[in-house]
């Protein structure tokens, strides 16, 4: 799985990078990126692609700290 933060002027900020040898169902954990360039203000996005065949998934929660 890959996990991406995207900052409402559409810059994506790496989380986790897809790995083949990661075929864990579950992300649990705290990811930090320095976002200062960026304003707090607008829509914060957060991308997850699944890169594994034939997996389906969800997002149960997500949060942002400032």
Same mark, same amino acid.
């Given at each position: 799985m890959k996990l991406e933060l995207i900052a409402? @002027?559409?810059t994506a900020? /790496? /989380?986790?990078?897809? &790995? %083949? &040898?990661?075929s864990a169902?579950?992300?649990q954990g705290t990811f930090t990126v320095n976002a %200062?360039?960026? %304003?707090? @203000? *607008?829509t914060w996005k957060l991308r997850a692609t699944d890169n594994w065949t034939n @997996?389906? *998934?969800?997002?149960?929660a997500w949060s942002l700290q400032f």
């Open positions: 409402p @002027d559409g900020f /790496l /989380l986790k990078d897809y &790995n %083949s &040898n990661d169902d579950d992300i %200062s360039a960026e %304003s707090a @203000d *607008g @997996d389906t *998934g969800y997002v149960n």
